[in-house]
């Protein structure tokens, strides 16, 4: 059974960093693009940033971009999310999810099969 088990949230101020990681098993890692997406109270689940299969490209939606960085280590089968400059409005829970379109993964939550089970993310002001 996949398994993507996200880590690394917790409390930070504004302007402050955190690094998310995201760890999968029983997943053929490299045959799938990887994304983060996030969920705030009230709102519907958003794209934050994702990665190709070979980390060659990467996307991020524009409230994140200059900010969050992506990356992946498929040796250790790991997808992080370096976090910085945080704002209040980056509260959420974070998901990191698996995509099969490894080459062109877009930001639409139903490309992704595979879910972790999100861990939060508060910034205080």
């Known amino acids: 059974q996949v398994q993507l088990v996200e880590s690394g949230g917790g409390l930070a101020q504004a302007g402050g960093s955190l690094r998310l990681s995201c760890a999968a098993s029983e997943l053929s890692f490299s045959s799938y693009a990887m994304g983060w997406f996030r969920q705030a109270p009230g709102k519907e689940r958003e794209f934050v940033s994702a990665?190709?299969?070979?980390?060659?490209?990467?996307y991020y939606a524009d409230s994140v971009k200059g900010r969050f960085t992506i990356s992946r280590d498929n040796a250790k089968e790991t997808v992080d999310l370096q976090m910085n400059s945080l704002k209040p409005e980056d509260t959420a829970v974070y998901y990191c999810?698996?995509?099969?379109?490894?080459?062109?993964?877009?930001?639409?939550?139903?490309?992704?099969?595979?879910w972790g089970q999100g861990t939060q993310v508060t910034v205080s002001s």
């Open positions: 999810a698996a995509n099969t379109n490894r080459r062109y993964p877009s930001g639409s939550p139903y490309e992704y099969p595979h």
């Open positions: 990665i190709t299969w070979n980390g060659g490209n990467t």
